[in-house]
């Protein structure tokens, strides 16, 4: 049986970890480099590092940055924001991480997926996919540029596009539940591990240790990632493995 995994995420703006609600209202949370030196001694099972205004801001991810973060970590590393490109992707990953995260740019040139899986393999390519619902559509709607801009793809069916071009996993973010630490999204969850045959990861809404439950449980999720609670110290990955485990999901 495969164990579900916890990971914090440090969304970075000008070289400082922040987090805000519903994408908006972002207020410090630290240094990125002692908070994954800190999440490796906790137990994570991974680390998430999102340059949350790359995208937006039209600029590369801080490769100085990623650099000094993986060189406190033993687990493995995700980064994200500002990746268009082969040439990005080998940049990212030569400054140490382990996977490379897709969003805006997967969006704008599907092909950039298929490259990245074809030269490093899916193992290393994430697409992330921030949804919100749109009662218009009757389903969650795909955005762009850290969530500011619509596109006309229901998240199911981009989920299962980029699967099929080369993603080895979704990073699914509910853009209504962020930051509101009152439960993961489940049926957005659901749908979308329903719909790919990849490890999806939920993200957006933590607020407890009963809500990773639900999302392994209910949302069928592979692995759950939460910031603000671990930053702030609301509660531990320790604490969260240790409820879940005494609830009989598999941990590491």
Not at 6 to 24: E, T, Y
């Amino acid at each position: 049986m495969l164990t579900k995994r916890i990971i914090p995420c440090l969304d970075v703006k000008d070289g400082r970890v922040v987090k805000g609600i519903q994408f908006v209202g972002l207020r410090d949370a630290g240094d990125p480099v002692e908070l994954a030196t800190f999440y490796d001694r906790e137990g994570a099972d991974e680390l998430v590092f999102l340059d949350i205004s790359a995208s937006h801001e039209g600029r590369q991810t801080m490769v100085d940055v990623v650099r000094n973060v993986a060189a406190t970590l033993a687990i493995p590393f995700t980064v994200g924001g500002g990746i268009n490109s082969l040439e990005d992707m080998k940049r990212i990953l030569r400054a140490g991480a382990d996977k490379v995260s897709l969003n805006t740019a997967a969006l704008l040139n599907p092909e950039v997926i298929t490259e990245g899986a074809n030269y490093f393999g899916s193992q290393c390519i994430v697409v992330a996919i921030d949804a919100k619902y749109d009662e218009g559509l009757g389903s969650w709607r795909v955005f762009t540029h850290g969530g500011r801009n619509a596109t006309d793809w229901e998240v199911t069916a981009w989920a299962k596009e980029a699967v099929l071009r080369g993603a080895g996993e979704i990073l699914l973010t509910s853009m209504d539940s962020d930051g509101e630490k009152s439960g993961f999204n489940l049926a957005l969850t659901k749908a979308v591990s329903s719909a790919v045959s990849v490890p999806v990861i939920a993200s957006g809404g933590a607020g407890s240790a009963d809500h990773f439950y639900d999302a392994f449980e209910e949302g069928k999720a592979d692995a759950a990632l939460a910031a603000s609670i671990f930053h702030y110290k609301e509660t531990s990955v320790a604490e969260v493995k240790s409820y879940l485990k005494a609830r009989g999901v598999a941990v590491r």
